[in-house]
């Protein structure tokens, strides 16, 4: 089965060659946004089990730093981007330290609350354009603003930096770090009696990923050029976050991935049949995507292909020895 | 002396769960804790492994006086403890659940997985280590319990009712795996309903009843103590509080 993740892989790396129109290009660049950030919610949503509904105050700081700079110096993008990560590594240790010691939802709660409450202050903010938002350089000055015609470069940044934070999930997988996340997941008094750190463990596990959300948002900036205060604040992005790696696979490498894959284009088509009257019924599409995961099968459609449809191939194949 | 509780008290709320136990344990025993149902004694353990703070009296373990201490640091002293209904990892394989208790003295993964391994070999819990948890039955999870605290290499081990659950003829090799722990120089404290088990392995009992140590001594001795009996005959009279 190892050679699935290299398949993966190589249809994303040909992906824009083999599809040229705009749109697709387009596509695949925001799938692979999606992707990364679902995928960093993924480190402590999934691996630690502790959902964040707040994930958007990364995001928003990693897409609001860059043009902020921006705003202020003409800095090119990319040098706002270690700021959006050291910020969103600030707020996550501010909201973490004292929420990982109480037991209960106050983590989830707090998440959702700073993050309605910052996109209240930065709608508020003149500095930060209030309402209207941010935006970055319409032309180049020069090739360090990467601003790019054709969506392909950016595609090929975005996919390299989600090899990134996918190499780095995959490392803690494998490491005292991952398993210790699991074991927080599935018991955290169990966990303590084994001499798991768990406060601390969970902490570092959201400030991880707080700041490869944040990276997320710089590259959805960078792209756009443009930001405001609901596509980056918004209770939305959270949510994107959360329904993504819950349809893959929470707590699994691939699953926010393969969430992406499935859910951006769709995302995508019924936005262009229902045009922009469609808001309210985004949310009742991911209300029902999150009941029939809940209901069916919460480990997501990977562990729905490892559990029950891996198996039931297997047998008819009359392979003796399943995994 | 290994482990040393002075009048220790647990209140929830208004009720005394354990009220003024003292106990004290040497190194290298094997001590059986028994009483009724509702007696105590989990919370008793609870509060030495460090799970529920105590909201009276002290607990020394080593020299070092460990009870404001986390679980986290009981864990890294050397206190391990199982716990009554089984906390399995259930998403995870019996391997990585073991592993999850080897990390704690062998921060390398592979070293960590070829400990675990060790220790699925002696538990006898092999033959079920690329499985998911999930899929054990009670016998099989209360033995992975053992395993799991065994892998953080503990000096002091509280079984909670460890042993419950078994046939008679599992019944016999888990007494033999407690007696292995122990002869490897392991301390350990039972908590068991099977008189059996506290025969076969214990030389001395502490008799809990409504949160209070009410007898204490060689087992054959201990059980023929009129307290110890009115403790169980009584409750047996009453009807047992709970299932
Ligand atoms: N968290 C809790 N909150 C309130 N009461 C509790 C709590 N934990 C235990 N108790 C009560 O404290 C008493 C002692 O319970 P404990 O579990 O320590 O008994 P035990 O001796 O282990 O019994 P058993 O043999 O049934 O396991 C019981 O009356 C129980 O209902
Ligand atoms: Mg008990």
């Known amino acids: ?323 | 002396m290994l482990l040393e509780a002075k009048e220790v008290s647990r209140a929830f709320g208004s009720f005394l769960a354990v009220d003024g136990a003292s106990l004290e344990i040497e190194e290298g025993e094997i001590v059986g804790l028994i009483g009724p149902n509702g007696a105590g004694k989990s919370t008793f353990f609870n509060c030495i492994a460090g799970d529920l703070a105590p909201t009276a009296g002290r607990i020394l373990f080593a020299g070092h006086d460990v009870t404001e201490r986390s679980a986290e640091a009981h864990a890294r002293l050397g206190i391990g403890r199982t716990f009554q209904v089984p906390a399995t990892f259930t998403d995870m394989t019996v391997l990585e659940n073991v592993m999850v208790g080897a990390f704690l003295r062998h921060p390398e993964r592979a070293a960590a997985r070829a400990r675990a391994l060790e220790i699925l070999k002696r538990t006898g819990l092999s033959g079920v280590a690329f499985q998911r948890a999930r899929g054990l039955g009670t016998p099989g999870r209360k033995r992975l319990e053992i395993a799991r605290v065994l892998a953080t290499g503990p000096r002091l081990m509280l079984l909670d009712e460890a042993l419950a659950g078994l046939t008679p003829a599992e019944l016999q090799g888990a007494i033999a795996l407690v007696r292995a722990i122990h002869e490897e120089g392991v301390t350990l404290v039972v908590v068991e309903h099977i008189m059996e088990v506290i025969l076969g392995l214990a030389r001395r009992v502490i008799v809990f009843n409504e949160g209070r140590i009410i007898a204490e001594g060689p087992p054959q001795r201990v059980v023929g103590e009129p307290a110890v009996i009115e403790a169980y005959l009584g409750r047996a009279h009453l009807g047992r509080r709970k299932a």
């Open chain 1, 1 to 323: 089965m190892r050679w699935r993740p290299f398949a993966l892989a190589a249809a994303l790396l040909v992906y824009p060659l083999l599809f040229r129109g705009a749109f697709y290009q387009d596509m695949g660049a925001l799938v692979l946004i999606q992707a990364t950030s679902a995928s960093a919610w993924n480190i402590v949503g999934g691996y630690a089990g502790q959902v964040s509904v707040g994930h958007a105050v990364f995001f928003g700081a990693g897409a609001y730093l860059p043009v902020l700079f921006y705003e202020l110096w003409q800095l090119p993008l990319f040098v706002g981007v270690p700021a959006g990560i050291a910020v969103s590594l600030a707020f996550a240790f501010i909201i973490g330290l004292p929420t990982f010691r109480l037991r209960g939802h106050y983590f989830s709660m707090a998440t959702i609350a700073v993050a309605e409450l910052v996109r209240l202050i930065v709608s508020n903010s003149g500095f930060l354009g209030g309402a209207i938002g941010l935006m970055g350089p319409a032309r180049p000055r020069g090739w360090w603003d990467l601003v790019f015609r054709s969506a392909v470069p950016y595609y090929y940044i975005f996919l390299a930096v989600l090899g990134l934070v996918l190499l780095a999930t995959w490392q803690m997988e494998r490491s005292r770090f991952g398993y210790y996340l699991r074991a927080i997941r599935a018991d955290e008094r169990a966990a303590k009696s084994l001499g798991v750190p768990v406060s601390r463990y969970k902490l570092y596990a959201f400030m991880l990923s707080a700041a490869f959300t944040a990276a997320a948002g710089s590259l959805y900036i960078i792209k756009t050029g443009f930001i405001d205060p609901e596509s980056g604040f918004g209770i939305l992005v959270s949510v994107q976050m959360i329904i993504i790696a819950a349809l893959g696979g929470a707590g699994t490498l691939l699953g926010p991935l393969l969430g992406a894959i499935l859910l951006v284009p769709l995302q995508t088509a019924t936005n262009t049949w229902f045009g922009g009257g469609a808001t309210g019924l985004t949310y009742i599409f991911y209300g029902g995507i999150i009941m029939l995961i809940a209901r069916f099968e919460p480990g997501g459609l990977i562990e729905l292909w490892r559990l029950r449809i891996a198996p039931l191939l297997l047998r008819r194949r009359g392979d003796a020895h399943a995994p």
